[in-house]
């Protein structure tokens, strides 16, 4: 992050403005709409101030600027567009220790004036640091659509309670829960479908009830989350709600930085991934830990790399959750397989070359392969194996051994939707030694069958598209 986000309490003070067309008009604007006592230096103002002339805040002063006049201002702008007066500007407002902000000129600048969603007193704000104004622009034109003007309502709404609520609910966990539950749930539906009378009845009665129970008796519950196979664009809206509402979190991990990000930031965060023959926690440990924090009233955001419910042990966990009565959702994810294929340009099935796909995994319970391997090698059928980069030789030796052919198409996809993701290509016979070469490290998935002849075909387009994803499918090797 190249810049501290902030919001600049500027009412009743003084901010300059220097030029008097376009630029320097939305600067006014936005000043103005802050409560900033606004002066603005032009000889002439240009049609775009026509609303704004008449704003009692507002002083137009025809001269030039000098350095004093930016003396004990809060904020100067330079939108004059005139190297000269920027320079001028740029020099006063260091000179007295005034934030610059001078248009397109990023050395002349303090601070980055960003895309604004006004939905008052909720505002966003979204920066791209100067490098890509458009693309913020662009942001701000898709949460304009997505963020109805109610819920600046709304927010003025459950402010006028937030005083009632401290001192009802002491504990700032208990406090953030009810806020919570309140907004998200009958309180904001209710002021949303325009009853606000039935909305604050509805928040005094949750209040009264909150602040009269025992909130160390309360149970919390367990969010189990599939995160999908790397790229934070796979995850669900409705995973994206939980990593926001959880207390505590428990990741893998296949769980990226990128993800990790848009969890809460005040959750606590534990670390429990496995490596092969390392584990950090054991299986059991885990799932009594979960039992444990949600018995204490948290809400545990369990959150796995791909899907729970395949090869992710979460039917463990959620057995052991029920064993105690404990809260629970699932939520899935997008599992390695179809997430790396697709993003290889791999299709698990095709109507000319396989009518069924088997998931399995090469890791047993204590790490003991246990594989029916008759039912792996059937024809028209696409095998993809999960955690299978360590014990590839051995895979390949058994498959070929049970009759199938040495020259059947595979792949290991390496890193699958992420931007370092590798794609090596071979056949059984010879997918180890191309492995080997290329120094694969995992977390990998391999894929047995020919719809891997499809890759030559179709890694154009999966490459294409993974660039929309933010991804690159980096180099092709093993062709």
Not at 359 to 366: C, I, K, L, S
Not at 391 to 420: F, H, K, M, Q, W
């Given at each position: 992050m190249d810049y501290l986000p902030i919001f600049l309490d500027i009412r009743n003070r003084r901010v300059i403005v220097d030029g008097g067309e376009t630029v320097a008009a939305r600067r006014v604007e936005r000043a103005l709409s802050a409560g900033a006592l606004v002066e603005v230096y032009n000889p002439d103002l240009s049609d775009e101030f026509r609303a704004l002339k008449d704003h009692e805040n507002l002083r137009h002063i025809t001269r030039?600027?000098?350095?004093?006049?930016?003396?004990?201002?809060?904020?100067?702008?330079?939108?004059?567009?005139?190297?000269?007066?920027?320079?001028?500007?740029y020099d006063a407002a260091k000179a007295h220790g005034v934030l610059a902000n001078v248009a397109d000129v990023s050395e002349f600048c303090d601070f980055i004036t960003p895309s604004v969603v006004d939905r008052s007193p909720l505002v966003v704000a979204i920066s791209s640091g100067g490098a890509a104004p458009v693309i913020a622009r662009i942001l701000r034109a898709r949460i304009e659509s997505l963020l109805p003007p109610a819920y600046g309502r709304l927010a003025e709404f459950v402010g006028r309670f937030r005083d009632a609520v401290t001192a009802g609910i002491k504990k700032t966990v208990d406090r953030r829960r009810f806020w919570e539950n309140t907004i998200e749930g009958t309180v904001g539906d209710l002021f949303l479908a325009g009853s606000a009378d039935a909305a604050e009845r509805h928040l005094q009665a949750e209040l009264d009830a909150a602040a009269s129970e025992n909130p160390g008796a309360r149970v919390g519950e367990v969010y189990l989350v599939g995160a999908g196979p790397g790229d934070p664009d796979l995850l669900t809206f409705r995973a994206l709600r939980l990593m926001q509402r959880c207390d505590v979190v428990l990741y893998d991990r296949l769980v990226g930085d990128e993800i990790m990000a848009l969890i809460r930031r005040?959750?606590?965060?534990?670390?429990?991934?496995?490596?092969?023959?390392?584990?950090?926690?054991?299986?059991?440990?885990?799932?009594?830990?979960?039992?444990?924090?949600?018995?204490?009233?948290?809400?545990?955001?369990?959150?796995?790399?791909?899907?729970?419910?395949?090869?992710?042990?979460?039917g463990e966990e959620i057995e052991k959750l029920a064993e105690n009565d404990i809260p629970f959702q699932v939520v899935p994810g997008v599992t390695a397989a179809a997430g790396c294929a697709s993003y290889s340009g791999i299709p698990l099935t095709h109507r000319d070359h396989a009518q069924a796909c088997l998931?399995?995994?090469?890791?047993?319970?204590?790490g003991v392969l246990g594989l029916d391997w008759d039912v792996l090698i059937r024809p028209?059928?696409?095998?993809?194996?999960?955690?299978?980069?360590?014990?590839?030789?051995?895979?390949?030796?058994?498959?070929?051994?049970?009759?199938?052919?040495?020259?059947?198409?595979?792949?290991?996809?390496?890193?699958?939707?992420?931007?370092?993701?590798?794609?090596?290509?071979?056949?059984?016979?010879?997918?180890?030694?191309?492995?080997?070469?290329?120094?694969?490290?995992?977390?990998?998935?391999?894929?047995?069958?020919?719809?891997?002849?499809?890759?030559?075909?179709?890694?154009?387009?999966?490459?294409?598209?993974?660039?929309h994803y933010r991804m690159s499918l980096g180099p092709r090797e093993g062709l």
């Open positions: 030039p600027l000098t350095g004093d006049d930016v003396k004990g201002a809060a904020i100067a702008y330079g939108a004059s567009e005139d190297a000269a007066r920027d320079r001028l500007l005040d959750a606590e965060r534990i670390y429990v991934g496995k490596l092969p023959k390392h584990h950090t926690m054991q299986q059991e440990d885990i799932s009594q830990l979960l039992v444990d924090l949600a018995l204490q009233g948290k809400r545990v955001l369990r959150l796995k790399g791909g899907d729970p419910f395949i090869f992710g042990r979460g998931f399995v995994t090469a890791h047993g319970r204590d028209q059928q696409t095998l993809a194996i999960y955690m299978g980069l360590s014990t590839l030789g051995y895979l390949a030796e058994e498959i070929v051994a049970r009759g199938l052919s040495p020259d059947t198409p595979a792949a290991i996809i390496d890193n699958g939707t992420r931007p370092n993701q590798r794609v090596v290509v071979g056949t059984i016979s010879d997918l180890l030694a191309r492995a080997e070469a290329a120094g694969l490290k995992g977390p990998s998935i391999i894929i047995i069958g020919s719809v891997v002849n499809l890759h030559d075909k179709l890694q154009w387009f999966a490459k294409r598209e993974a660039t």
